[in-house]
């Protein structure tokens, strides 16, 4: 079982940033694909963004060209930069561990945009 440490969640007023992270146990963190997913209240969970093991990465449509994902292997870390938030950005963002056939979800984070 994977354990996580996800933290950098809470308010931010509408235009501002926030930085996500999540550290995700086991030796072999380099070969995870993580991604980053959110759900808010009465709607779906969605794809924010994914960073596979090779470095790739994809976004979802509505956070393209504001949101990073990237990766920090040594840390076992992988970090979600949220830049020019809305209010529609306002979710539980959760991390998720793809290996293989498997995956491994975060408890989640609250993200609030509002002014």
């Known amino acids: 079982q994977i354990q996580f440490v996800e933290s950098g969640g809470g308010l931010v007023q509408p235009g501002g940033s926030l930085r996500l992270s999540c550290a995700a146990s086991?030796?072999?963190?380099?070969?995870?694909?993580m991604a980053w997913h959110r759900q808010a209240p009465g709607k779906q969970r969605e794809s924010v963004a994914v960073?596979?093991?090779?470095?790739?990465?994809d976004y979802g449509e509505s956070v393209e060209g504001r949101f990073t994902i990237s990766r920090d292997n040594s840390k076992s870390t992988v970090y979600l930069q949220m830049n020019s938030l809305k209010p529609e950005d306002t979710a539980v963002y959760y991390c998720?561990?793809?290996?293989?056939?498997?995956?491994?979800w975060g408890q989640g984070t609250q993200v609030t945009v509002s002014s």
């Open positions: 998720q561990v793809r290996l293989g056939p498997y995956e491994y």
């Open positions: 086991g030796k072999i963190f380099h070969l995870y694909d």
């Open positions: 960073i596979r093991s090779g470095g790739s990465t």
